[in-house]
């Protein structure tokens, strides 16, 4: 492997440019000791309650822990969840340039209730309809703004519409044309829109409902992960499955696994964020595949030690991999 310590301090001279969907975050946590005499409900004693960038904006925090540049872009609606989303941009020294606001869209909100680190119930507040087409001329305005800057492109799909078909098609071209790495996280509406990107990460559940599949055997998901990856010409089709590590498919025959390093696992939320922002880091600063997705599962396992969605240092990451040795 190239040097860990290069690897890891090449990353502040890194520019990303994020797409995709904004959240708002917000953690309910108390304790429940009783249950309620008007419905067989717990009763949460609030402790506390805070609000954290979700979506793409905790993807663009995860590349900003790790020094490098970030151009996030999205949009928020014109609400009281849009007022915190900006204040917390400013507060974590996150531009808001290519943030578009929308007056007839609520901002994504997603409420989480836990008791006893576990989380109870989520309420989620959203509009999935696809944004105008006024609105994505908009953003891809902004995109072919500040696309000539950047070293990648993320796309951090989460189907709450603002990547449409269309929208998907034409950043992509953007971005081939000016031969910048593309790597996406996917969800289950425009799966198969996503032709020609460096790097196509689903997870193996998002895969098996994407293929209408559930797989039998491990050669089964090996046949179709081959296939998908010829369809949709990736460079890279990268599988996440939790415990059992990261699955890469490429143009040569053989698959390869990095397996998961192993840790308590505390909270999954935010894991996937993790991995597409190394993984897409790590590519940009000249590694193959394999090193990048080995770096990206050091940081995916560190994720999941901590509660809620959460990022990762290039100082953890090392400390993992001397704990693995």
Request: charged share 25%.
């Amino acid at each position: 492997m190239k040097n860990l310590d290069a690897i890891l301090e090449s990353f502040p001279q890194k520019r990303i440019l994020v797409l995709g969907d904004i959240m708002l975050d917000h953690y309910i946590w108390g304790q429940v000791e009783r249950i309620s005499p008007e419905a067989p409900v717990p009763v949460l004693d609030v402790q506390k309650e805070e609000y954290r960038l979700g979506g793409a904006a905790n993807v663009a925090l995860n590349l900003q822990a790790l020094n490098a540049e970030v151009i996030l872009c999205g949009v928020i609606g014109k609400d009281e969840a849009g007022k915190r989303i900006l204040h917390l941009l400013k507060q974590h020294r996150l531009s808001e340039q290519a943030i578009l606001d929308i007056s007839d869209r609520p901002t994504t909100r997603k409420t989480r209730i836990g008791a006893e680190n576990q989380q109870i119930a989520r309420i989620d507040r959203e509009n999935r309809f696809d944004i105008s087409a006024q609105a994505q001329k908009q953003i891809l305005k902004l995109v072919k703004e500040f696309l000539p800057a950047a070293d990648a492109v993320i796309l951090e799909d989460y189907n709450k519409g603002l990547l449409t078909a269309n929208l998907i098609t034409d950043i992509i071209q953007a971005a081939k044309e000016q031969k910048k790495l593309i790597t996406v996280d996917p969800k289950q509406r425009n799966f198969f829109q996503y032709k020609g990107v460096t790097v196509f990460k689903p997870n193996y559940r998002e895969l098996q409902q994407n293929l209408g599949v559930i797989f039998s055997d491990e050669a089964e998901f090996v046949k179709y992960a081959k296939q998908l990856r010829k369809k949709l010409a990736c460079r890279y089709l990268v599988v996440t499955r939790g415990e059992d590590g990261l699955y890469i498919f490429s143009s040569q025959d053989k698959m390869q696994r990095i397996p998961a390093f192993t840790r308590e696992v505390y909270d999954v939320s935010g894991a996937g964020d993790t991995v597409i922002s190394v993984l897409t880091l790590a590519l940009c600063s000249g590694c193959d595949i394999s090193t990048a997705a080995e770096i990206a599962n050091h940081a995916a396992g560190i994720v999941c030690g901590k509660k809620g969605t959460a990022s990762v240092t290039a100082e953890e990451i090392r400390i993992s991999y001397r704990e693995q040795r």
